[in-house]
């Protein structure tokens, strides 16, 4: 079951955006490393935003902190 790449991101994505995203990594791995799709396997770990921080704050704090700022 490789390759298998993980991506991990923020909550909130859209099904369309994660379709596209792991259809080009899959075409890239077919291209570079010469496996076929069929062995490509992605996997998307979503983040919420109050567990992931950057600097010390959570990207929950920094969303509220420049939505305040508009």
């Not at 259809?23 to 919420?48: C, H, S, W, Y």
């Amino acid at each position: 079951m490789l390759p298998r790449i993980r991506v991990e991101w923020l909550q909130g994505r859209s099904e369309s955006q994660r379709q596209a995203l792991a259809e080009g990594i899959t075409a890239l791995f077919v291209d570079i490393v010469k496996v076929r799709p069929d062995q490509v396997n992605v996997v998307f770990e979503e983040i919420p935003a109050e567990f992931l921080y950057k600097g010390g704050v959570s990207w929950a704090n920094k969303r509220k902190a420049e939505g305040q700022a508009k």
